[in-house]
Each structure stands twice: as C-alpha cells, then as structure tokens.
C-alpha cells in the first residue's frame, strides 16, 4: 500500500527567506506526485504535480526515486504563502486512487 | 463556470440518525470523488465514480457508508446510523475522468458533526 509523509506540521519562515516543505513517499511503483495547497478560507487547489515540471509561484518539486522525496521548495517566501500544503501520491496512471500526507501548515512571519 | 459545489456546507445531526450530503461537480468531468478529512489529518478517500459506476469504493470504512451517482453527474453520499466518529469535513472532487491525466478539482466540503 502507498504510504506519503510529511514530517512537519508546522512550519514557520520569514518573508524573504528560502522555503522547503518536506515530504517522503513510500510505493514500489512509479507513481505521480502532487502538491496540493489551501489558502484560508479556500478550498483545496492543486499547486503543482511532478510530470508537468512547472514552476507555479515560485515554487518549484523535484521527484527523487532514490530517496522517494517530493520535497516543496521556493527560494523566498512571500506572506502570500501562508497556507496548508498537502503532499499527494497517484499510485499509477488509470489508478484515480490519491493518497494525501497529513499536510504542513506554513506560516510566513513578516 | 462555476466549481464544484456541496451542500449542505454544515451538518449537525444526532447520533444513530441519516444523513445524505450532496456533491454538483464541474460540468463535463466524468470522475467523481469523495474525501473525509478529519482534524489534523489529510484527505482520505472513501470512493471514486468514473461515470454512473463506483469504480473504486475500498476506502468505504464500512456498510453504513454509502454513495451513489444515478445520472453521472451529482453524486449524494450516504450516512446511516451515524457514529460520533463520522465527524469530519467530507470532501467531494471532479475531475475530467480516468486516462485523462487531470488534476482534482475540489469542493469547499461539508462539515458534518455527529452529537
């Protein structure tokens, strides 16, 4: 069974300063990776997935098979940041099954 | 267009009674998913509809949970005998279907309380 996790369940950065969200999957296959993020008061929106390789607000996911990492990094954090971030795991395509981590709350200190 | 969309937004019921929750996706997305969240924890699914069929139900906790989308479109999910544990905040998301390789869209969720 997939399995994603996120270690951090808070996690706070000043404006201005790099930003990296963790998160560690564990699968035997080659699954799809995603980041989800919910502002306040929003509902929950996808922010990027690995097999696109964009960079949406900065913010940019590298998928590691060795180390079977997502991590979330943008290298200065904006308040606008501030939001709960899901890592999400798709076990393989056709499979419509989303695994989600526990999430990490950031908060951006101005 | 407009987005997905659930009603109620908020649900208070008592314990052992039924409650139905409902779920409008986006127009023309043929996949339809329904997530619990409880407090603390991230989304976790219970079933995924490609069309009218219940493709995938093995997140199902159990037989008193229950969901169904007649028509292919709005989809209502099924509570019986509600327990205390059943509060959480069900998430409900469309997407343009199976093979297609599109990402989730997802509803703002109905907070249900079980008293």
């Known amino acids: 069974a997939q399995r994603v996790t996120q270690p951090e369940k808070l996690l706070s950065v000043f404006k201005g300063a790099p930003v990296e969200l963790k998160c560690n999957y564990s699968?035997?296959?080659?699954?799809?990776l995603f980041w989800y993020v919910q502002y306040s008061r929003q509902r929950l929106q996808l922010l990027l997935r690995?097999?696109s390789r964009e960079s949406i607000k900065g913010f940019t996911a590298d998928l590691n098979k060795g180390e079977t990492s997502f991590h979330l990094k943008k290298p200065f954090a904006q308040e606008e940041d501030s939001a709960m971030y899901y890592c999400?795991?798709?076990?393989?395509?056709?499979?419509?099954?989303?695994?989600f981590g526990t999430g990490t709350r950031l908060t951006i200190i101005p | 267009g407009a987005g997905v969309s659930q009603t109620p937004s908020n649900k208070v019921t008592e314990k052992g009674k039924y409650v139905e929750l409902r779920c409008d996706p986006i127009?023309?997305?043929?996949?339809l998913y329904w997530y619990r969240q409880s407090l603390g924890q991230g989304p976790e699914f219970l079933i995924y509809?490609?069309?009218?069929?219940?493709?995938?139900d093995s997140g199902l906790p159990n037989d008193r949970f229950f969901a169904v989308r007649p028509e292919g479109s709005v989809s209502t999910l099924k509570i019986q005998r509600t327990e205390r544990g059943d509060s959480a905040v069900y998430l409900c998301?469309?997407?343009?279907?199976?093979?297609?390789?599109?990402?989730?869209?997802f509803g703002n969720g109905t907070r249900l309380t079980v008293t």
């Open positions: 127009s023309g997305h043929t996949a």
């Open positions: 999400a795991l798709r076990p393989e395509f056709g499979n419509e099954k989303l695994t």
């Open positions: 998301a469309s997407s343009l279907g199976q093979y297609e390789n599109s990402p989730l869209h």
């Open positions: 509809f490609q069309g009218t069929g219940a493709a995938d």
């Open positions: 699968y035997s296959g080659s699954p799809e």
């Open positions: 690995h097999i």
